[in-house]
């Protein structure tokens, strides 16, 4: 008879985790709040629209192959992609700039901006190359539970190399002064991790990812990737019951031996926690097994939290690109009120995805689909629907002028999703989106440990621990704490 786990939360580390701990042979049921699988990955399907809750971005597709390929299965049988060219349109106020994927014609726009930018550009890329050959394969693999995993010669040998102890700041500005390649190249961690002169230059690695990897879009959008998973789990054996929140973990004899939901309770072997790693501690958990105080997680750097809009139009907006960034105000102001003065934006950077431009099953006909995304600072409180809509038409002002055209007119669905949604709807510590920023005192070993340092039987997965936030990172972590598991109990028959 097959040993029992109990994973609580169905995104894409859940989902992830899942599959490897059936894999290995365990009886795997994975409690999920909401009706349907994908966490902060879930979809809205309203008045026509269909709509992905949360990521947005699908990079590093070689994670996503390695992924199904361990399940003998290929992306391409799964879902159907399609490279997105350009990658993405910048908007500034001296007006638009397009992205493209193809890296000569990136070079070419480089060399327009700064002369000889393209063949720095050539060298930038070199570097990031080796930081994410080894950073993704030496670096993120590993479970971080101490210093030692570390003792590897190839990381050891390129540590400097790798970039670890400077800056992303100083790291761009060896390479461009202009400021428009400078935004460009330091986008991706003032977005998702910390501003750029606290952030190593090991992230870099996301510049690879993003001009030499590309940016891509799954048909049907990213929730499509969460279907492919949900189904590969069931063909697996995993179990699914959706609709369950748990209350509680039960702890008996040091052990997590129950969860504990408000309609039933599961016995279990080995527990892994899906959900937000702080809820579980300090909701799910007596106090007395809880790994960390109050005072370690108030300590923590988050990374953003989001103001996001989902926007349905009545007709089609002329020349829209798939992604936008809307970087049109003070690049570092933004970035100092998310992460120093942690306040509501006074003049923000937004970004808009219009899925419908690539995507005809997402709106219907002659509509267009936006979703409309603002980082804020985690934690702030003053959450207020007029708040919300004061930056809705702020933001759509800019779209129009940038546009050319009125769009507040042609507005037949909206919503919104902030800070209290992300308290409400998935107990997300301090309203994060994205987990804790990326800086150095927050990466490997020092984020919070995926096996409790209190109840042997319990583990973690997903954005709060190794390796980090992002879609990519969420697969690999399902798949670092199964092995750990694994290490720890053996396989499931």
């Given at each position: 008879?097959?040993?029992k786990?109990i994973?609580?939360?169905?995104?894409?580390?859940g989902?992830?985790?899942?599959a490897?701990?059936?894999?290995?042979?365990?009886?795997?049921?994975v409690?999920?709040?909401?009706?349907?699988?994908?966490?902060?990955?879930?979809?809205?399907?309203?008045?026509?629209?269909?709509f992905?809750?949360?990521?947005?971005?699908?990079?590093?597709?070689?994670?996503?192959?390695?992924?199904?390929?361990?399940?003998?299965?290929?992306?391409?049988d799964?879902?159907r992609?399609k490279?997105?060219?350009?990658?993405?349109?910048?908007?500034?106020?001296?007006g638009?700039?397009?992205?493209?994927?193809g890296?000569?014609?990136?070079?070419?726009l480089?060399d327009?901006?700064?002369?000889?930018?393209g063949?720095r550009?050539?060298?930038?890329?070199?570097?990031?190359?080796?930081?994410y050959?080894?950073?993704?394969?030496?670096?993120?693999?590993?479970?971080?539970?101490?210093?030692?995993?570390?003792?590897?010669?190839?990381?050891?040998?390129?540590?400097?190399?790798?970039?670890?102890?400077?800056?992303?700041?100083?790291?761009?500005?060896?390479?461009?002064?202009?400021?428009?390649?400078?935004?460009?190249?330091?986008?991706?961690?003032?977005?998702?991790?910390?501003?750029?002169?606290?952030?190593?230059?090991?992230?870099?690695?996301?510049?690879?990812?993003?001009?030499?990897?590309?940016?891509?879009?799954?048909?049907?959008?990213?929730?499509?990737?969460?279907?492919?998973?949900?189904?590969?789990?069931?063909?697996?054996?995993?179990?699914?019951?959706?609709?369950?929140?748990v209350?509680?973990?039960?702890?008996e004899?040091?052990?997590?031996?129950?969860?504990?939901t408000?309609?039933?309770?599961?016995?279990?072997?080995?527990?892994?926690g899906?959900?937000?790693?702080?809820?579980?501690?300090?909701?799910?958990l007596?106090?007395?097994?809880r790994?960390?105080?109050?005072?370690y997680?108030?300590?923590?750097?988050?990374?953003p939290?989001?103001?996001?809009?989902?926007?349905?139009l009545n007709?089609?907006?002329?020349?829209?690109?798939?992604?936008s960034?809307?970087?049109?105000?003070?690049?570092?102001?933004?970035g100092?009120?998310?992460?120093?003065?942690?306040?509501?934006?006074?003049?923000?950077?937004?970004?808009?995805s219009a899925?419908?431009?690539?995507d005809?099953t997402?709106?219907?006909e002659?509509c267009?689909?936006?979703?409309?995304?603002?980082?804020?600072?985690?934690?702030l409180?003053?959450d207020?629907?007029?708040?919300?809509?004061?930056?809705?038409e702020?933001m759509?002002s800019?779209?129009?002028?940038?546009?050319?055209?009125?769009?507040?007119?042609?507005v037949?669905?909206?919503?919104?999703?902030?800070?209290?949604?992300?308290?409400?709807?998935?107990?997300?510590?301090?309203?994060n989106?994205?987990?804790?920023?990326?800086?150095?005192?927050?990466?490997a070993?020092?984020?919070?440990?995926c096996?409790?340092?209190?109840?042997?039987?319990?583990?973690?997965?997903?954005?709060?621990t190794?390796?980090?936030?992002g879609?990519?990172?969420s697969?690999?972590?399902?798949?670092i704490?199964?092995?750990?598991?694994?290490?720890?109990?053996?396989?499931?028959a």
């Amino acid at each position: 008879m097959s040993r029992k786990v109990i994973i609580i939360g169905s995104g894409f580390a859940g989902l992830s985790a899942a599959a490897f701990m059936a894999k290995a042979g365990w009886e795997v049921t994975v409690i999920e709040k909401h009706g349907i699988p994908g966490g902060r990955a879930r979809q809205i399907k309203e008045a026509g629209f269909t709509f992905d809750m949360g990521p947005s971005w699908y990079w590093m597709p070689d994670v996503f192959e390695r992924f199904f390929e361990q399940f003998g299965k290929k992306v391409t049988d799964q879902y159907r992609l399609k490279r997105l060219d350009p990658s993405y349109r910048i908007y500034r106020t001296d007006g638009p700039m397009d992205v493209p994927a193809g890296l000569d014609q990136l070079k070419e726009l480089f060399d327009t901006i700064e002369p000889g930018a393209g063949k720095r550009l050539e060298k930038f890329l070199e570097e990031a190359a080796y930081k994410y050959k080894v950073g993704i394969h030496k670096l993120v693999f590993k479970p971080g539970r101490s210093l030692t995993e570390f003792f590897d010669w190839e990381l050891l040998t390129g540590l400097f190399k790798l970039d670890v102890f400077s800056s992303m700041r100083s790291h761009v500005a060896k390479f461009f002064t202009d400021p428009r390649l400078v935004e460009l190249m330091e986008f991706p961690v003032l977005f998702l991790g910390a501003l750029p002169e606290n952030t190593p230059a090991l992230y870099s690695l996301m510049n690879f990812a993003d001009i030499k990897g590309g940016t891509w879009y799954p048909q049907g959008g990213m929730y499509q990737v969460v279907k492919s998973m949900y189904a590969l789990a069931v063909e697996l054996g995993v179990h699914f019951c959706f609709g369950e929140e748990v209350t509680a973990i039960s702890i008996e004899n040091q052990l997590a031996a129950k969860v504990i939901t408000g309609s039933n309770t599961y016995a279990a072997e080995v527990v892994i926690g899906g959900a937000d790693y702080h809820h579980i501690e300090t909701a799910l958990l007596p106090a007395a097994y809880r790994s960390y105080t109050a005072g370690y997680w108030d300590s923590r750097i988050m990374a953003p939290g989001c103001l996001v809009y989902y926007v349905g139009l009545n007709k089609k907006i002329k020349g829209i690109r798939h992604h936008s960034l809307f970087f049109d105000t003070s690049f570092s102001v933004h970035g100092k009120e998310i992460y120093t003065t942690k306040e509501w934006p006074s003049d923000p950077l937004f970004y808009v995805s219009a899925t419908s431009v690539t995507d005809d099953t997402v709106a219907p006909e002659g509509c267009e689909n936006l979703f409309l995304l603002m980082p804020v600072a985690a934690g702030l409180e003053n959450d207020t629907e007029e708040l919300r809509e004061s930056y809705f038409e702020r933001m759509i002002s800019r779209m129009e002028k940038h546009f050319g055209e009125t769009i507040r007119e042609s507005v037949i669905y909206k919503r919104s999703f902030a800070q209290r949604d992300f308290v409400n709807d998935y107990h997300a510590f301090k309203g994060n989106a994205y987990g804790l920023a990326n800086t150095l005192r927050q990466t490997a070993f020092l984020k919070p440990a995926c096996r409790s340092k209190k109840v042997k039987n319990l583990f973690y997965t997903g954005q709060l621990t190794v390796p980090g936030p992002g879609v990519p990172p969420s697969l690999i972590s399902g798949e670092i704490v199964a092995k750990e598991v694994v290490k720890a109990y053996g396989n499931g028959a």
